[in-house]
């Protein structure tokens, strides 16, 4: 198998052609480059080819980025020296892409060289994108399905085989920010907009074939090659340039708090790499880039965020002996705004919906949602009249069960009541397919017991989403103790249709999620009562990287709804049930009626369009700040471990089936602190032994709510690590 093949027309034009066999994109692999290089070679010696046009064989892309499994393999290839092999393996990427720049011409006259287009007929991403950069012209298809950029970043690393500094030289560094900083990615037009390709055409190949026959030696000296070439927008120590970067600075520490290395290696990349010519600037980006990818935060980002994330999405816990079991036909079973997200998210995947309330108009208010989703994505130009009637008629929104007949699948969200879930479930089953699986949206309620009002145990399951539904990319799934194979195959299915990523969790009290995310809460709230101040609180947890401290997201998902949750909690528990000044300080404020952004009253203070006015003055009232604040470590150390201990118990008590799904579920679900990988990782990252010590120190001063799990003393004493112990090939261990 090769990956790229190379045939010469009469016209003398190359065309190399790649194609990595079983995979819907191509990716990069050393090999793959290896077979580039050696065509490259080849046309460059050979006097009958006037030029070369690289392309791809997949219709409607040209490429994914490179496989990332093997940045990992060249780390653990290159042994006791890990960086060296990196850095090596990096300039290797960095002298092929160099070679196809200069495409044989004289060092000294710039003449000679044979002129090298890129066709992209579709996506290109990543390397697949830096690759084109070193070729003389870019011709893409006129595709609007295809996205064009630089996404490393969003995985924790930055673009190391040259797209950092071509990017900057092509555009500057404030222009090129939003690719480079940001991960962009954009439409052919939009990148032919941003300068960043050269043609979009309905025949790219016919256009970059003439281009290639005609080309001028001018034509294919790159700017930053030319004699006087200046950066766009300034070089740094250009008073425009320099202003630049000192914005850039502010804007990465506040975007990053400081906590993900890849955005700062980056910025070092671009700053160094701007004042020295243009071969050094690669060497420093290759620097920067072996940095980052020996920097553990990157590596846990990679590994969560793409090839464990990968792997979930492409069934890796999927039953292997279950048929297809994707969706034809949908009931969902109440029509607020959880049911009205999940009925959007499923037509937008083709899927038909029965969408039912008690009343007409409740279920016609659900289907709105739909609509107005729609229309909003009109204005911006994100769709069109034809899709969104096309969905709408995907929708029933209706009040009779009848109905739900040819439903092969149903998601209740209905009240978070057992009774009324339990009255729903028996009404529908009456009517619904013998096969038809039934799953419920329930957050905290135990499957196994709203599956006891089922009469068909092993086909009822827990499908959690999470809100707003059409935003959050995760789904949790909860196997009740009798749920069977076949609901666990429908609902990863049904995830996939629907394009989120899925978790399947054992049943227990608030599963996974919800069992770390309450914690969090309650230890930010409890922090008030000890006279620690809001400000600290939040700001901790944001400077590790979360997305919102926990008491503003106490105010965005509602106080009373936290107050709610407690009583019943209280009430499934009994004596068990562990007491806590956070429930106290909840159950004050509700009734205060202060329940948050939605009451423009919580622990804020909001306006009258609801915007945050400051942290309101009448808790400071009821829980006095202390005089001695405590260090910034010791709260975000609270918040960490109180929710990272909660996902080594449900691992210890097989709630999590799968470590991945562990740090994939906490990145996705609630923003835990993407940087670490996930709480698993985070743990891996500290070290088994100091954390099993932490957590001592911590239940010490502050509660058994920090005693260190069995599973992580155990791991202590021997030194192991979650990924060494429960990575999937060593689940047995």
Known sequence: MTDFTMKTDSDGVAIITWDVADKTMNVMSFEGLR????????????????????????????????????????????????????????????????????????????????????????????????????????????????????????????????????????????????????????????????????????????EARDWVLNAKDGDLVKPWDQKGYKMPGGAPYHPAGFMTFVGANAMVNGKTKGVYPAAKALLSAVYEGALVPFDTALKIEARWFTSVLMNPSS?????????????????????????????????????????????????????????????????????????????????????????????????????????????????EAVFEDPKVKAEMTQKVEAVIPQDCIFASNTSTLPITELAKASARAEQFIGIHFFSPVEKMLLVEIIKGKETGDRAVAKALDYVRQIRKTPIVVNDARFFYANRCIIPYINEGVRMITEGVAPALIDHAAELMGFPVGPVQLTDETSIDLGAKIARATKAAMGDAYPESAADDLIFWMEEQGRLGRKAKAGFFDYDEKGKRQGYWPGLAEKYPLAETQPE?????????????????????????????????????????????????????????????DRCEELSTTYGPRFACPNLLRDMAEKNQSFYGRFAPENAAA
């Not at 996902?647 to 990145?667: H, N, S, W």
Request: with cysteine; charged share 25%.
């Open 299 to 411: 590596s846990n980002m990679i590994r969560s965020l793409f090839l464990n994330k990968e792997a979930l999405e492409k069934g890796a816990v999927r039953p292997r002996d279950v048929p297809d079991q994707r969706v034809r036909k949908l009931g969902v079973l109440g029509a607020g705004m959880m049911g009205a997200g999940i009925a959007l998210v499923s037509v937008q995947a083709g899927i038909e919906v029965v969408l039912i309330d008690q009343s007409q108009e409740a279920a016609e208010r659900g289907k709105a949602y739909s609509e107005s989703y729609f229309n909003k994505g009109i204005a911006r130009k994100k769709s069109t009249p034809e899709r969104k009637a096309a969905a709408l008629d995907l929708i029933t929104a209706t009040t009779d069960l009848e109905e739900l007949k040819g439903c092969d699948l149903i998601i």
């Open 632 to 692: 910034l470590r010791e709260v975000q150390d609270r918040l960490m471990f109180v929710q990272v201990l909660e996902a080594v118990r449900a691992l210890e008590e097989g709630v999590l089936m799968d470590i991945r799904e562990g740090d994939v579920g906490a990145i996705l679900g609630w923003g835990f602190a993407p940087w670490s990988g996930g709480p698993l990782s985070w743990l891996d990252m500290l070290g088994a032994p100091y954390a099993a």
């Open 35 to 206: 077979e580039l290089e050696s065509h490259i070679d080849a046309a460059l010696a050979d006097d009958s080819v006037k030029g070369i046009v690289i392309t791809s064989g997949k219709e409607g892309s040209f490429a994914g980025g490179m496989d990332l499994n093997l940045l990992a393999k060249m780390k653990q290839d290159a042994g006791d020296d890990p960086a060296k092999g990196l850095f090596e393996g990096t300039m290797a990427m960095h002298a092929l892409l160099r070679k196809i720049e200069r495409a044989g011409m004289d060092p000294k006259t710039l003449k000679g060289g044979k002129p090298i287009a890129s066709v992209l007929p579709g996506t290109a991403a990543g390397i697949g994108f830096e690759l084109p950069l070193a070729t003389h012209r870019i011709f893409a298809a006129n595709n609007s399905k295809a996205k064009i950029g630089l996404p490393e970043i969003l995985v924790g690393i930055f673009p190391g085989a040259g797209g950092t500094t071509r990017m900057v030289r092509k555009l500057g560094a404030m222009a090129a920010s939003p690719f480079l900083l940001e991960g962009k990615m954009v439409s052919p037009d939009a990148a032919l907009k941003a300068g960043i390709i050269d043609d979009v055409s309905d025949n790219p190949m016919a």
